[in-house]
């Protein structure tokens, strides 16, 4: 029998950024370990993931208006069907359903410390057998909310660096002068990603004498009062690249220095697990979130408290300008710590530990990954739980209490 594992995420798996990037990396690990994969997550519109995702794992799609029953339905029929030897969700309401009847062994991961993806993990806890946190931040969080303490256990997120983009001439992946330190900076005109703190180093630096040293790559979108202020630094390298696929903006990262990140608000950034799998330093915040789990002060870079950041940053640049066998050692040290615990080995070699001890220490007949039956009578199953506006399915009160963490269910007879 083929060893097939159930993977639910609440994005496109390789989509964008964030949780379905995470997931599409835990898919093609487990692809790569010989697993199957049947992968339950909504639709996109995007051909690309589409066409990657459905090279390396069976894709049943489904939507925010979609039926909890019916997708129930087919849920337990393919579970009947291939037998999973296991269930990872990241995120999605209807896989939690299952999981209440799945007779097999369960991981629910968190990937963000707040919002009612937080809370729907602490809601999978009493069906699954490990809650997965992506960071020791999280994961002391976790243990504070769950009354089963001992199933939280450390998974980070993983990445898997595109073998082609490894191998590619670097001098062609990213337009540049040779001898500038090159600095990258990911998040468009978004607050929380830190534009006002992008716009502030730029500034300095442009006023600096270190501008003749530098070369700045910004990806994302950006709006029309950032560029504005961006054009005016006249006096630096500054090149829009908007957005780019992922295989594009990877080769980008292979041929860049710094990475520049100061965001207030993560789980555990896969922007930064990237870069450092391409070999780059980071100069992070260091906000709510994981940060601290990848960038270690003077090994790979820089993570402090956002209000040191601008000039720290500033002074770290100037440094590595004037040693550059110190920005090499940090480049190095980045991947280091990428290979030693973000890489797509360890999340299999961990995954199959967890595995194997659930297997071994449970006598119960739930870990005999037996057929289920569809429930009857009255149960109460959970909605998707972060409807879009435009949705036939969306109203402004669910959507108010979802925000505030309020997981949508409802009753139903069957």
């Not at 690990?29 to 993931?49: D, V």
């Not at 670097?170 to 990911?186: D, F, N």
């Amino acid at each position: 029998m083929k060893r097939t594992i159930f993977v639910g995420s609440s994005s496109f798996p390789g989509s964008a950024t964030g949780i379905s990037q995470s997931v599409y990396a835990q898919i093609l690990a487990l692809h790569q370990a010989g697993y199957e994969i049947l992968c339950f997550c909504p639709s996109t519109k995007k051909e690309g993931p589409i066409n990657q995702l459905k090279a390396i794992a069976t894709v049943h799609c489904h939507g925010p208006s979609s039926d909890p029953r019916t997708e129930l339905f087919l849920m337990i029929k393919e579970y009947n069907k291939v037998r999973p030897k296991l269930i990872i969700n990241n995120d999605n309401p209807y896989v939690s359903n299952l999981m209440v009847y799945a007779d097999c062994p369960k991981i629910s991961f968190c990937h963000m410390n707040k919002s009612n993806i937080y809370k729907l993990v602490v809601n999978d806890s009493s069906v699954c057998d490990v809650v997965g946190a992506i960071s020791h931040f999280m994961m002391g969080d976790l243990k504070k909310k769950i009354a089963s303490k001992e199933k939280v256990s450390l998974f980070p997120n993983i990445f898997v660096p595109p073998f082609d983009a490894l191998n590619c001439e670097h001098k062609e992946s990213i337009v540049g002068e040779p001898g500038k330190v090159k600095l990258v900076y990911a998040g468009g005109s978004n607050l929380n990603k830190g534009i006002s703190y992008i716009k502030s180093l730029l500034a300095k630096l442009n006023d600096s004498s270190l501008k003749e040293s530098v070369e700045v790559h910004l990806f994302g979108q950006y709006n029309d009062k950032d560029r504005s202020f961006i054009a005016q630094l006249s006096s630096l390298s500054i090149v829009f690249h908007g957005f780019v696929s992922s295989f594009d903006f990877y080769k980008a990262l292979i041929a860049s220095d710094i990475l520049l990140f100061p965001s207030l608000n993560e789980g555990l950034p896969m922007t930064i697990i990237e870069a450092m799998s391409a070999k780059m330093a980071v100069l992070s915040i260091d906000g709510v979130g994981g940060v601290s789990d990848l960038v270690l002060n003077g090994f790979n870079g820089l993570c402090v408290d956002e209000g040191d950041w601008i000039e720290l940053s500033l002074a770290y640049i100037g440094m590595v300008i004037n040693a550059p066998s110190k920005l090499n050692r940090l480049k190095e040290n980045s991947f280091l710590i990428f290979d030693s615990n973000f890489s797509s080995g360890n999340f299999v070699r961990n995954l199959e530990n967890v595995f194997s001890l659930t297997m071994r220490h449970s006598t119960e007949s739930k870990m005999n990954i037996d057929c289920i039956s569809f429930p009857r009578g009255k149960v109460r199953l959970l909605s998707w739980h972060r409807i879009p506006r435009g949705s036939e399915n969306y109203n402004f009160l669910v959507g108010l209490r979802q925000r505030l963490g309020m997981l949508a269910s409802r009753v139903y007879g069957l």
